[in-house]
């Protein structure tokens, strides 16, 4: 049996091994034509008319359409933290008056073979007045779309928030340490790139769009309003996804056209993404510029932090409306006790792809910026920066802490924490006064090594709430249904196991649906590291339930009182040595014409914070820039692992992003607003060569009180702290602190900084 | 739409007889015209790696190659890599060692393996890490994969013996 805590090896292998799994561009359905959007060469212009008449008379081309085809359709509405001012900056499935980035779709083609829209895409040709474009997101905010929209400027809004008497603190400050960093664009990059499938059933009137993912449910509502359909008429079925990240599953304009596009053409519509395109249309994410000002004592404590930072948002506000923005400015304060903070997080936007949220949003770029900022605490007050994390940490009796902000609409309330205690234990573990001392030793002798720590706070389980049915047929085989997504993270396997604690059956006996739209009423999804923890406690809840029904009706067949049956290895047994199996009550319900089979729903009004710590040591090119981190080490305290093998493995491959984002990947525009990275050529993810086999130091020494489980979420800590890590690592091997404000620290940027330049 | 030729491809030892573009990737052809939708396309220009297949043997990336250049050779797809029901080392030691999550790049990771396998089944770890590094996976973070190809190696060579 594979209870929590178990390395089970995963359900949702098999088909993946052999080849026959079913991802976006792997539906298709009888008549199917496929799409192809045309997209804006130029980075800003207005659109002053589309020619599609060469296009048209190319065989094999169906239909293609522009904005006015499409006038009916609202703007993409947000699906999270609609902040107010930012509605007029949504972007329109197709563009009308103005194009804003390379990229933006103008104009879609259809045609009974994808080589043909391609070859007729080419020969569509945009009329644009180009406009110079706004690249830099700390310029003055310019006009949005000037002509059409006058007065409507690039900075849709502003979020403050804060607490405590900041004034006082500056006033009462042994010193003010001041800091400016940057983290570039860059973005999740799943390596399957975005793809669907719509197919109208006229017969039932009903729309289903294959290619699902992440959030379903709020998707067919989006899909069915936009659309003027009955939501019931709409469904959402995801297949196998290949990585998700956080921008993978959003609605994007390339969703609503094949839908639309299979209503009104009458017949199954197919759409797949180029990597091009992947890369000039899915989400950008992070690209963020900090000013912060600590005021600190002798100590290195934070009497009080301002902040102001800037999110280069890209040409519109997209379904995560402000989240990414409202993330960084609740969570930047992260694992210190910092009693006043006053922050403005501007939104901007350019003329650059619109961004969202990827992995760790908010976090990865406020992590960097927080512990860039106590590592000059240090460096200003000569003090060793372990220890000015040591003076600010929050301590365990603090625990739950009320930071006395709001994000995401929840109250930040650090649940549990013992973080004094990780930073000893992790430590400890790595060997940290024997690591900085070999290094020191190596430097001595010529090398350029270096040790940096980076400290952080997560969030998970984001609510409100998870719905999920359990049932058991009498042959034994149990289904998980669920609103969530799987998004390749191993949902399946976890939910499993954690019905298998309660029910002490076999995992493999159990189907968990997830990311079917007609087989549960509602879902939030998967993002915010919230599957385990929200629907985790939704199936623990459900499967209790089970028991307990089952319980009574197996005290009912052993004439025993229900309180007085043991329950083990999925039997009950009475006092009196007579015992029925959980299967064999199952199957007893069948007989009498009903299901074994229980619900359970799981609310939570607050998140929950995991938290941990990163430590990197890393060894640079003196000549090249070169940057090769030589070990990695990522402490997490999840509250409790549900299944260790695939934690570290979200960790592990968190950590390569990080690594990718820190050091490597970066959307770099030339001046007239061309992409330069548009292919795996440009946008450079790590290889094997580049990641290290990275460690974990798993704790559970925090479990959460929200939940039953006690668990947190595992998806995003692998990440967060990276680029802080190997930026003092880096400080550290140059003996330059400091040196390192930017991301990524590329070879070129770096060999820069290492010459004066 | 320019005119197709009709050729016949030895996939996995089984002929498929398609009517092509002569522009057509083996990939597309693969996967469209043969219905082998296990070769994955990442990134169509190879980079990634995802398009993975063996032609004779050797490991080509099947965005990059003519489905009219494949004609007369021997090609092998991940869907050919089990026997029946039992899984080839390399899959069961993926399987194993949590070496995919998404399990988007594996056919093109499990393909790669295989090719160099069986032509040096006694890479040094340098070699694999070499090897491996012509693919990408953005899940993983390449330690599983790394390690599944290790200990695969180490069990095909074992039957080898
Ligand atoms: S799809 Fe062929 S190398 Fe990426
Ligand atoms: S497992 Fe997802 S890309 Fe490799």
């Keep these: ?55 048209s008379t190319l065989p094999g081309v169906v239909a293609v ?35 804003r980035y390379v990229g933006d779709p103008v104009a879609v083609v259809f045609a009974t073979d994808a080589y043909v829209a391609e070859d007729a895409a080419d020969l569509v040709f945009c009329d644009i007045d180009e406009l110079d474009p706004v690249l830099d997101p700390l310029a003055d905010p310019s006009p949005f779309m000037p002509e059409t929209q006058p007065g409507l400027l690039s900075e849709p809004a502003v979020v403050r928030k804060g607490y405590g008497d900041i004034d006082a603190a500056f006033a009462a400050a042994h010193r003010v340490v001041e800091l400016t960093v940057r983290v570039g664009r860059h973005s999740g990059v799943p390596m399957e790139t975005r793809g669907a499938l719509a197919v109208h059933d006229a017969a039932r009137d009903i729309l289903t769009m294959h290619g699902a993912a992440k959030v379903p449910h709020y998707n067919r509502d989006a899909i069915a309003r936009m659309l003027g359909r009955d939501r ?42 180029d990597r091009r395109e992947h890369l000039l249309a899915a989400n950008h994410s992070r690209d963020q510029t900090h000013r ?40 930047l304060p992260g694992p210190y006790v910092i009693p006043a903070y006053r922050v403005a997080g501007h939104v901007r936007l350019t003329n650059k792809t619109p961004a969202g949220t990827y992995r760790a949003p908010g976090r990865y770029e406020t992590t960097f910026a927080r512990e860039r900022l106590v590592d000059r605490i240090g460096a200003e007050l000569g003090l060793d920066p372990i220890e000015v994390r040591r003076v600010n940490l929050i301590p365990e009796d603090a625990m739950p802490f009320h930071r006395g902000l709001d994000t995401l609409g929840t109250h930040v309330v650090h649940d549990s924490g013992r973080y004094h205690d990780l930073l000893d234990r992790t430590l400890a573990h790595v060997g940290f006064d024997d690591e900085r001392k070999r290094a020191a030793e190596r430097r001595s ?165 995991p938290y941990g710590i990163h430590i990197a040591r890393v060894r640079v090119d003196r000549e090249t820039g070169g940057v090769a981190v030589e070990r990695f080490i990522v402490a997490y305290d999840i509250g409790r692992a549900v299944n260790p093998l695939l934690v570290e493995g979200q960790i592990a491959g968190a950590c390569a992003q990080g690594i990718g984002g820190a050091l490597f990947e970066e959307f770099v525009y030339d001046e007239g607003g061309q992409p330069l990275a548009a292919s795996f050529v440009d946008y450079l993810m790590p290889t094997c060569h580049e990641v290290p086999d990275v460690e974990t130091f798993l704790r559970e020494d925090a479990p959460s009180p929200l ?37 990524p620290v590329s070879p070129a940027r770096l060999h820069a900084l290492i010459s004066g330049r | 739409m320019p005119d197709k030729i009709a050729i016949t491809l030895d996939v996995n030892g089984k002929s498929y007889d398609v009517n092509v573009e002569p522009r057509r990737s083996l990939a597309d052809v693969l996967r469209e015209d043969c219905g082998l939708t296990g070769t994955h396309l990442g990134c169509e220009h190879g980079v990634c790696g995802a398009c993975t297949v063996l032609v004779d043997g050797r490991p080509v990336r099947a965005c990059l190659m003519f489905g009219v250049q494949a004609e007369g050779k021997a090609i092998r797809t991940v869907e050919g890599l089990a026997d029946g029901d039992v899984l080839h080392p390399l899959q069961k030691a993926f399987w194993e060692n949590h070496g995919l999550q998404c399990g988007f790049c594996t056919p093109g990771f499990l393909m790669l393996a295989v090719g160099a396998l069986e032509e040096n089944p006694a890479m040094s770890e340098a070699e694999l890490r070499d090897v491996l590094s012509s693919n990408l996976c953005r899940c993983t973070g390449y330690q599983n994969i790394v390690k599944a190809v290790r200990l695969a190696a180490d069990e095909m060579r074992a039957r080898r013996a």
């Excluded at chain 1, 998980?480 to 396997?493: L, N, Y």
């Excluded at chain 1, 595992?714 to 680029?723: H, K, L, P, Q, S």
């Design chain 1, 1 to 55: 049996m594979s209870g929590i805590g178990v390395p089970a090896r995963r359900l949702e292998d098999g088909p993946l091994l052999r080849g026959e799994g079913r991802f976006a561009a792997d539906c298709n359905a009888p008549g199917q034509l496929h799409m192809r959007v045309v997209r804006s060469p130029v980075a800003f212009g207005r659109l002053l008319g589309v020619d599609a008449g060469e296009a």
């Design chain 1, 65 to 99: 359409w522009t904005a006015a085809d499409v006038a009916d359709l609202p703007p993409i509405d947000f699906r999270m933290t609609r902040i107010e001012g930012l509605a007029p900056f949504r972007q329109r499935v197709l563009a009308a008056d103005y194009v």
């Design chain 1, 232 to 273: 019931e008429r709409v469904q959402l079925s995801e297949g196998h996804v290949g990585g998700g990240f956080g921008i993978r599953g959003e609605l994007y304009p390339e969703d609503v056209l094949v839908c639309l596009a299979a209503l009104r053409l009458r017949t199954p519509v197919k759409w797949v993404e």
């Design chain 1, 292 to 331: 912060l000002r600590a005021a600190v004592d002798a100590r290195g404590f934070i009497l009080g932090l301002d902040a102001e930072f800037f999110t280069d948002q890209g040409a519109y506000v997209r379904t995560h409306g402000g989240t990414v923005t409202d993330l960084a400015a609740g969570l």
């Design chain 1, 445 to 609: 002798a010529g090398e350029a090594v270096g040790v940096g720590l980076g400290w952080f706070v997560e969030k998970s389980g984001l609510g409100p709430k998870d719905l999920v049915r359990i049932s058991l047929a009498g042959d034994g085989r149990l289904e998980i249904v669920t609103g969530v997504a799987s998004i390749g993270q191993g949902v399946e396997t976890a939910l499993a196991q954690i019905c298998a604690e309660t029910l002490h059956l076999p995992i493999e006996t159990m189907r968990v649906v997830h990311g079917q739209t007609d087989r549960i009423a509602y879902g939030m999804g998967a993002f915010a590291s919230r599957v385990t923890v929200m629907t985790g406690s939704a199936v623990q809840i459900a499967s209790a339930g089970l028991l307990a029904t089952a319980r009574a009706a197996a005290a009912t067949m052993l004439q025993a009182a229900p309180d007085a049956l043991g329950f083990d290895g999925g039997v009950f047994a009475s006092p009196a040595g007579a015992s029925v199996s959980l299967q064999a009550v199952a199957a007893h319900f069948e007989a009498s014409g009903k299901v074994l089979a229980a619900e359970g729903e799981f609310a939570a009004d607050h998140m929950n914070y």
């Design chain 1, 707 to 743: 939940n039953p489980l006690g668990v947190k979420g595992a998806g995003e800590g692998g990440i967060t702290a990276v680029g802080a890590a190997i930026a003092a690592a880096i400080d550290d091997a140059l003996g330059r602190p400091g040196l390192v404000s930017r991301l």
